[in-house]
């Protein structure tokens, strides 16, 4: 478990290619650049590491790109000491970039093998999220609601409602919507009652899955 100078060499060259993109918060970029991404990847992906593509994890799930990282950050404009619910947390990566801007980070993974994974893996790195949970996402986080920002990594048919309720005043929910592409979405709680609706390009993610039970 290595960070080299040659890791960080190439995530220079990884956050020049997102800047290149338009992401402009230096924040986030410096986020990227901090994150070891290779280390949330199988051994046998990590010369990818640093191109800019989503890559298989385990429980045929995907780290995301890390543009689409940055991207979803960026829309949800945190400040230090933020309480941010992440849903899939898949391998952990979108998790660790939240945690190095200082939010205070609850994350949801419904699949087993990947919860208990990314668990060790964040145990092993010293990452320490508020509450990494072992459950459906769909529904949010009733008793840690409401939160600044509600950030969903997997691509929803539609929005669940009940995220919204689980909004401060003011605070950001960043969704992509949509069934074999989607729309990345981000819904601003504007007073109890109002909410705004603003759409982004368009994204490819594995789906949001419900559990019916
Ligand atoms: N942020 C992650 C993205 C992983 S892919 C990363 O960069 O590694 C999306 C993840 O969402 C998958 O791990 C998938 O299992 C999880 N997921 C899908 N539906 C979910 C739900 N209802 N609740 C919690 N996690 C969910």
Redesign the pocket.
């Known amino acids: 478990m290595k960070d080299t100078f040659k890791h960080k060499g190439m995530r220079n060259k990884l956050v020049e290619i997102i800047a290149s993109k338009d992401i402009k918060d230096k924040k986030v970029l410096d986020a990227i650049r901090a994150v070891p991404r290779h280390l949330f990847m199988d051994s046998s992906f990590e010369d990818h590491a640093y191109q800019d593509k989503a890559f298989p994890?385990a429980?045929e799930?995907?780290?995301?790109q890390p543009y689409t990282?940055a991207f979803q950050t960026e829309l949800l404009e945190l400040n230090p000491g933020d309480k941010i619910l992440e849903?899939?947390?898949?391998?952990?990566?979108?998790t660790a970039v939240l945690l190095k801007l200082k939010a205070r980070v609850f994350t949801?993974?419904?699949?087993l093998e990947?919860f208990k994974k990314t668990s060790l893996f964040f145990k092993k790195m010293g990452y320490r999220p508020k509450k990494f949970i072992f459950g459906?996402?769909?529904k949010g986080l009733p008793e840690e609601a409401p939160f600044e920002g509600i950030i969903v990594?997997?691509g929803a048919p539609e929005i669940p409602k009940v995220l919204l309720s689980q909004l401060k005043i003011g605070g950001k929910l960043i969704i992509p919507v949509g069934l074999d592409d989607q729309i990345m979405t981000r819904i601003i709680r504007n007073s109890e009652k109002e909410f705004e609706r603003q759409e982004f390009g368009s994204f490819r993610?594995?789906?949001?899955?419900?559990?019916k039970n």
């Open positions: 994890i429980a799930q995907t780290i995301s990282v849903i899939g947390t898949g391998s952990g990566y979108q949801i993974e419904r699949q990947l459906d996402g769909y990594t997997a993610f594995v789906p949001l899955l419900e559990d």
